[in-house]
């Protein structure tokens, strides 16, 4: 089946706008994770959604950045005011949390360049 | 603090050498390491599962808990394996801590 799928690939903009991110995981994982790739800060983990439960924010930077997913399934990472330091590549992951274990499976990403 | 740590930015060999990318974990409950791989162009995809125990493409990672360890191993290095490697570690909340990355260059 189809893997994780993000888009835009690339999206530019310029500092003080707004932007959403969004992210189609796989069919019937029930978690959902975001997390940023930058060249300061490596691998940050932002945001987790796991079924109906309250999401795990705790990875937010500020209170710019949100994330909602609706039905269970998409995801939209909105960041407002974008700020350069913002720039980075968005990484969605999606899981089917099991008592086995989890397996993370990687979107392509959004490469964002702020202005 | 829940951290991973990889010393080498930079890993470089020549083919057919043996290859050890390092990776060390500090966390305080049960560990559940992964060691992740991103290709030229390609996007970050799983490699190995400390509870797995599988070889993957020849490569093999034991979790040392006495040394909160988790090294990756392959005997003999081929010029495919060139990539950036992430060693990762799951938290009890399912989030995953990445180290810093480590980018293996096999040399012909």
């Known amino acids: 089946g189809a893997g994780v799928s993000q888009s835009p690939s690339n999206k530019v903009t310029e500092k003080g706008k707004d932007v959403e991110l969004r992210c189609d995981p796989i069919?019937?994982?029930?978690?959902l994770y975001w997390y940023r790739q930058s060249l300061g800060q490596g691998l940050e983990f932002l945001i987790y959604f796991q079924g109906n439960s309250a999401p795990d924010k705790s990875g937010l930077p500020s209170d710019r950045f949100s994330a909602e997913r609706t039905g269970g399934s998409v995801s939209t990472l909105t960041i407002q005011r974008t700020q350069q330091e913002d720039s980075a590549v968005y990484l969605c992951?999606?899981?089917?949390?099991?008592?086995?274990?989890?397996?993370?499976?990687f979107g392509p990403g959004t490469r964002l360049t702020v202005l | 603090a829940q951290r991973v740590t990889q010393p080498e930015k930079l890993l470089s060999v020549f083919k057919g050498a043996p290859v050890e990318l390092k990776c060390n974990y500090s966390y305080s409950g049960s560990p559940e390491l992964f060691w992740y791989v991103q290709y030229s162009r390609q996007r970050l995809q799983l490699l190995l599962r400390h509870i797995s125990r599988e070889s993957i493409k020849g490569f093999t990672a034991d979790l040392n808990k006495g040394e909160t360890s988790f090294h990756l191993k392959k005997p003999f290095a081929q010029e495919e394996d060139s990539a950036m490697y992430y060693c990762a570690l799951r938290t009890s909340s399912y989030k995953l801590i990445f180290g810093s990355g480590t980018r293996l260059l096999v040399r012909p």
């Open positions: 069919s019937g994982h029930t978690a």
């Open positions: 992951a999606s899981s089917l949390l099991s008592r086995s274990g989890d397996t993370q499976y």
